[in-house]
């Protein structure tokens, strides 16, 4: 009971004092500044909810507090520490045992004389140890745990000893884990000082915060209210080669992947070249050593009375090594639309067929992400066309679908009907009135 009362009492100065100011929130950067002593520190107002203590306050009152006499003091200085670290790590409802600060509670419990300041603004400018260099005049003294127990200090003139401690940097250990061991450090060291009997003052705050707030200029905010969106990434344009001032062929992928032993992604191409005409053929070529040439015609056909598009060939090669692939029987589509796929591949479901006059063709292979082509039809617009979609209006799993759902009808259907055909009794034998007579001749 006793462990929990202390600890109540400890978070009404840690945590409770953090909380208001996690609720109002504030765009300027913050670090907390704890600051404890076994001597008499001059007497400081509790800040106001959403008050952040300016540089200039904690100047003046360290001022105060070191303005005569000989002062030994602490600095533990954190690399990162933010008043969301206490609301996170430290132990709340009396669970002092999930804390990751039990040390520097303790140490503030025993305190009678103790400064807590959840939000003390801070700038990319803002030095502790420069600032208390300033005010004890004395250099700091870089030590830690192991070598403050075998240093000689004397109380006669002031001292100011730096102890450095992590943040969560590293991967291999958690955030909680590296707060537990700064604050054994921390303990070792209030250990040590007790030990030898020196009074001293204890400060804990951090080089900067842990998490950085930004802030956005009033006038570069828009007025009213607006959707939140994501940031669309940029998207590169599609590769078009011109011809007398108007684009001819249009190529977009979103990625390429080319595969022989081991993976390639091909960069955008450095050059194109492409001949004009019913056939059409585009050269893209890489600066990794890739050449992708597209070959497309143009055909009339008299059942639909309209022009229609094919990619026949894809032809890839890269230093002595090529293939081929034949994509007419899949990839097609109107003159005057675009071709779009989500995948063009020559494996799984794969639209560009190995040609059987290659034998290298299998060796390979060859996907578009996000696929899109057109070759005719483009006039001057830098804008596809209308796209052909590889994937119909009716999949296969919709055929399923649809098949399945209209035979559970017809059965449904088939069953009612039979049951409505079921004819009942007319007429029942009466035990009191004479029984049916069935003539036998009929």
């Known amino acids: 009971m006793a462990g929990s009362r202390s600890c109540t009492r400890l978070m009404g100065v840690c945590i409770l004092l953090f909380a ?54 602490l600095l533990f200085l954190q690399d990162k520490l933010s008043k969301d670290d206490f609301t996170v790590f430290g132990g709340v409802f009396g669970n002092k045992e999930d804390s990751a600060f039990k040390n520097i509670e303790d140490a503030m419990q025993s305190s009678t004389s103790k400064v807590t300041l959840p939000a003390l603004e801070w700038s990319g400018s803002f030095n502790m140890a420069a600032l208390l260099q300033e005010k004890l005049g004395v250099s700091p003294v870089l030590v830690d745990a192991d070598s403050l127990s075998h240093l000689s200090i004397k109380t006669s003139v002031s001292n100011l000893l730096l102890i450095n401690l992590p943040y969560c940097s590293s991967l291999q250990k958690s955030c909680k884990e590296v707060l537990h061991e700064n604050d054994e450090i921390i303990g070792k060291v209030l250990s040590s000082m007790k030990a030898k009997n020196i009074p001293y003052t204890a400060i804990y705050t951090g080089f900067q915060p842990s998490r950085m707030i930004s802030e ?39 990625k390429s992947h080319c595969q022989t032993g081991s993976e390639l992604t091909m960069d955008r191409p450095c050059s194109a070249n492409t001949y004009l005409g019913w056939i059409t053929v585009l050269v893209l070529t890489y600066q990794s050593g890739f050449t992708l040439s597209f070959s497309m015609s143009k055909r009339f056909y008299s059942v639909s009375a309209r022009e229609w598009f094919s990619l026949d060939a894809v032809e890839l090669q890269y230093f002595n090594l090529s293939a081929s692939y034949i994509a007419s029987r ?31 063709s299998s060796e390979w292979r060859l996907n578009f992400v996000d696929f899109q082509i057109q070759g005719f039809g483009l006039s001057d617009s830098t804008n596809f066309s209308y796209a052909s979609d590889c994937a119909s209006f009716f999949t296969p799993a919709i055929w399923m679908g649809l098949v399945t759902v209209l035979l559970t009808l017809l059965i449904l259907v088939y069953g009612l009907h039979m049951i409505m055909q079921i004819n009942t009794m007319d007429r029942f034998d009466d035990p009191k009135g004479p029984s049916i007579s069935v003539p036998q001749s009929e």
Not at 30 to 45: D, I, T
Request: aromatic share 10%.
């Open 20 to 73: 208001p100011f996690f609720a109002l929130g504030s765009a300027t950067s913050q670090v907390p500044f704890l600051m404890w002593s076994s001597e008499r520190l001059p007497p400081l107002a509790s800040p106001a909810a959403g008050h952040i203590a300016s540089y200039e306050q904690l100047s003046a009152y360290l001022t105060s507090a070191f303005s005569s006499g000989s002062h030994t003091v």
């Open 216 to 254: 956005t200029p009033i006038s570069d905010q828009s007025v009213g209210r607006s959707l939140l969106q994501a940031v669309e990434p940029e998207v590169k344009p599609p590769i078009m080669f011109n011809v007398s001032g108007g684009p001819c062929i249009m190529l977009w992928a979103q």
């Open 330 to 360: 899949d990839i097609y589509a109107p003159a005057e639309y675009s071709f779009h796929c989500q995948s063009v591949a020559n494996f799984g479901d794969a639209l560009l067929r190995t040609n059987t006059t290659d034998t290298n």
